[in-house]
């Protein structure tokens, strides 16, 4: 389980492979100075939603010694769900169980 820290008081937990796809797609707003929501489910309390800007001091810290490989259907609905109106919706993986 990896960990995705946002300024003083965010410290989310993920699945290294859910973490570096949304290193990815985080990473590719920001750079371009797009600031946007990021929202996730809080494991039987609802949901939570951030708004992230380049401003902040943005950590992502991987348990794992390995890179995951990317999937690029993922990433493809990732940044989608990240340039909506909406925001980032942190979801599955296609094919597999939400963990968060």
Known sequence: ?????????IDLT??????????V???AKLRRGESFYLS???PGE???TVWLDRSMPLVFRYMGGRTP???????EILTASANSSQGLQVTAEPGTVAER
Do not use: P
């Open 1 to 9: 389980m990896g960990r995705l820290m946002y300024g003083k008081s």
């Open 69 to 75: 490989s990317l999937n690029r259907e993922w990433l």
């Open 14 to 23: 993920f699945d290294d492979r859910v973490l570096a796809h949304l290193q």
């Open 40 to 42: 996730w489910s809080d």
């Open 25 to 27: 797609v985080i990473g």
């Open 46 to 48: 609802g949901r939570s």
